[in-house]
């Protein structure tokens, strides 16, 4: 199978594929915000068509094989995060409409919890990566990373305590782990791991 790695493109990407793929980067965790995954794909796809998010278009590199993205890279350096924080609320607003933005409200405290805040102007934090089911293990996931550590010696991103394959998937390119950031559901313990790549 042969792999291009392509910045998103609405004319040539299919954004519901890619919504679908940043969703499965961590269902467990994005259910909380967005809902389950048929109702979170069209508030995705909605982001991924804005400018100042962490899933804008413009942050996604896409795996594709042919004309079917199998893989999705979301990403942004410490400095453009920064720099659109301010912007990025009122995206995430018209993405939600109010039904959703009573859901951030209620999870949006814990989940920040468990996510990286501090990443400094010049790392690279990684708000999704994934690979459809269809082609893991075929080195797709790697193609992305390369992209990316072609210009960031430092990457940071967050995984999902559970996802022991993840978690050895980013330790075979190198990255640490570092803080648990958790809180319990249920009786449950959810959350993730801060993980690091020092180039």
Same mark, same amino acid.
């Not at 299919?14 to 965790?29: C, G």
């Not at 389950?36 to 278009?57: K, S």
């Not at 559970?162 to 559901?185: N, P, Q, V």
């Given at each position: 199978?042969?792999?291009?790695?392509?910045?998103?493109?609405?004319?040539?990407?299919?954004?519901?594929?890619?919504?679908?793929?940043?969703?499965?980067?961590?269902?467990?965790?994005?259910?909380?915000?967005?809902?389950?995954?048929?109702?979170?794909?069209?508030?995705?796809?909605?982001?991924?068509?804005?400018?100042?998010?962490?899933?804008?278009?413009?942050?996604?590199?896409?795996?594709?094989?042919?004309?079917?993205?199998?893989?999705?890279?979301?990403?942004?350096?410490?400095?453009?995060?920064?720099?659109?924080?301010?912007?990025? =609320? /009122? @995206?995430? +607003?018209?993405?939600?409409?109010? !039904?959703?933005?009573?859901?951030?409200?209620?999870?949006?405290?814990?989940?920040?919890?468990?996510?990286?805040?501090?990443?400094?102007?010049?790392?690279?934090?990684?708000?999704?990566?994934?690979?459809?089911?269809?082609?893991?293990?075929?080195?797709?996931?790697?193609?992305?990373?390369?992209?990316?550590?072609?210009?960031?010696?430092?990457?940071?991103?967050?995984?999902?305590?559970?996802?022991?394959?993840?978690?050895?998937?980013?330790?075979?390119?190198?990255?640490?782990?570092?803080?648990?950031?958790?809180?319990?559901?249920? =009786? /449950? @313990?959810? +959350?993730?791991?801060?993980?690091? !790549?020092?180039?």
């Amino acid at each position: 199978m042969e792999i291009t790695i392509e910045r998103f493109d609405p004319a040539r990407h299919d954004v519901q594929d890619v919504a679908r793929l940043i969703y499965q980067a961590d269902p467990s965790l994005m259910r909380f915000v967005f809902g389950d995954e048929e109702t979170a794909v069209p508030t995705i796809a909605r982001l991924v068509g804005m400018e100042h998010n962490d899933y804008a278009g413009r942050r996604v590199l896409c795996a594709c094989a042919g004309s079917r993205v199998v893989g999705v890279l979301a990403g942004l350096t410490g400095a453009e995060r920064e720099a659109s924080q301010k912007a990025a =609320g /009122a @995206e995430w +607003g018209r993405a939600l409409g109010a !039904r959703g933005m009573l859901r951030a409200l209620r999870w949006g405290p814990k989940l920040e919890s468990t996510a990286t805040r501090e990443v400094a102007p010049e790392e690279y934090y990684i708000s999704a990566l994934t690979v459809d089911e269809s082609c893991r293990g075929q080195g797709v996931g790697s193609l992305l990373l390369a992209e990316v550590f072609r210009d960031h010696p430092v990457v940071v991103t967050d995984v999902n305590i559970t996802k022991d394959d993840a978690i050895r998937f980013y330790e075979r390119h190198g990255f640490t782990l570092g803080e648990k950031m958790t809180f319990t559901h249920k =009786g /449950a @313990e959810l +959350g993730n791991y801060q993980i690091r !790549r020092q180039g």
